[in-house]
């Protein structure tokens, strides 16, 4: 069955990154694109970007660029989100989902929090 | 971007009672292959969202056919027949017929 493994919790200070990995199985890697999705503490879901495995085409929120990476190792089935120059308020779970016109398989989240 | 505004924000609910939740799209969200990308994740305390509805109205596999989701253009209903224990929590749309995906509010399911 699909599975996506995330990376552990992570503290960070105001102004340094955080690289986020999402591991997937069960299923052909470079067949589905991978969101990134977070979660406030108390909010609701916002979509970050997307990345496709299979080229490596990426589409990012505004509000990320310039600040947010996806990249894919096919070699080992891993997405990852690096996101740079964190703030307070990047303070969130940070989760993974397969998805190709619908999220259907979702990691069990990573907490990212930022603080001095 | 197209923005998703769902109603109600909360929804107190008498198990076995029915429970509907609306979502509506800023624009159309038909694809231009014809097919429209909405669908309905559910979030229960403390877990991941998972899948339930995709193209508004068909079932992820394992979700109980309690749920179901109708709806076309612009406008969409996420219906549970009648509510059990395990249905608490919070229900999104999403739309995914354009870039950037955009999720609706939320809406929390509680047991009255």
């Known amino acids: 069955q699909v599975q996506l493994v995330q990376s552990g919790a992570e503290v960070k200070k105001p102004g340094a990154s955080v690289k986020v990995s999402c591991k997937a199985s069960?299923?052909?890697?470079?067949?589905?694109?991978i969101s990134w999705v977070r979660q406030a503490p108390g909010q609701g879901l916002e979509w970050m970007g997307w990345?496709?495995?299979?080229?490596?085409?990426?589409n990012y929120v505004q509000k990320f660029q310039g600040r947010v990476t996806m990249t894919t190792d096919t070699s080992t089935s891993t997405a990852y989100m690096e996101l740079r120059s964190l703030r307070s308020d990047d303070t969130a779970v940070y989760y993974c989902?397969?998805?190709?016109?619908?999220?259907?398989?979702w990691g069990q989240g990573t907490l990212v929090t930022v603080s001095s | 971007d197209i923005v998703m505004t769902q109603t109600p924000l909360s929804s107190p609910v008498t198990l076995g009672q029915p429970a509907s939740i609306s979502c509506r799209s800023s624009q159309s969200l038909v694809h231009s292959d014809g097919n429209t990308y909405l669908s309905w994740l559910q979030q229960r305390p403390g877990q991941p969202p998972r899948l339930l509805i995709y193209?508004?109205?068909n079932r992820f596999s394992g979700v109980p056919d309690r749920f179901s989701g109708s709806g076309a253009g612009t406008d969409f209903t996420l219906k549970i027949s009648r509510v059990e224990a395990e249905d608490v929590g919070v229900y999104y749309c999403?739309?995914?017929?354009?870039?950037?995906?955009?999720f609706g509010g939320g809406t929390k399911v509680e047991i009255k």
């Open positions: 990345i496709n495995p299979y080229n490596g085409n990426t």
């Open positions: 999403m739309q995914a017929s354009q870039f950037p995906l955009t």
């Open positions: 069960g299923y052909t890697f470079t067949s589905y694109g």
């Open positions: 193209r508004i109205s």
């Open positions: 989902a397969r998805s190709v016109k619908a999220a259907d398989g």
